[in-house]
Nanobody, 112 residues
């Protein structure tokens, strides 16, 4: 069972930046596709960005040009650099792997 632990959330003003981290347990990290999702109150969970084992990335339209997903296989870590944050980016952000595991989430709040 892979465990995913997110960190790095917090309160930031609009236009600011945050970097989320997700650490994975186990020895399969390097072959896993990793993703970041988010869920705002009253809304469905939505895909933010993903990165394959070979480093191919994909982004939701609403974060293109502002967010960057990356990974460090030596550290079993995936990151989400979030720049130019907007109040509508406020949500709980979750790490997810292609085996179906989820982290506990980290809250991001962007004030206007």
């Amino acid at each position: 069972q892979v465990q995913l632990v997110e960190s790095g959330g917090g309160l930031v003003q609009a236009g600011g930046s945050l970097k989320l981290s997700c650490l994975a347990s186990g020895r399969l990290f390097s072959i896993m596709t990793m993703s970041w999702y988010r869920q705002a109150p009253g809304k469905q969970r939505e895909l933010v960005a993903g990165i394959t084992s070979s480093g191919i990335t994909n982004y939701a339209e609403f974060v293109k040009g502002r967010f960057t997903i990356s990974r460090d296989n030596a550290k079993n870590a995936v990151y989400l650099q979030m720049n130019s944050l907007k109040p509508e980016d406020t949500a709980a952000y979750y790490c997810h792997d292609n085996f179906g595991n989820w982290g506990q989430g980290t809250q991001v709040t962007v004030s206007s």
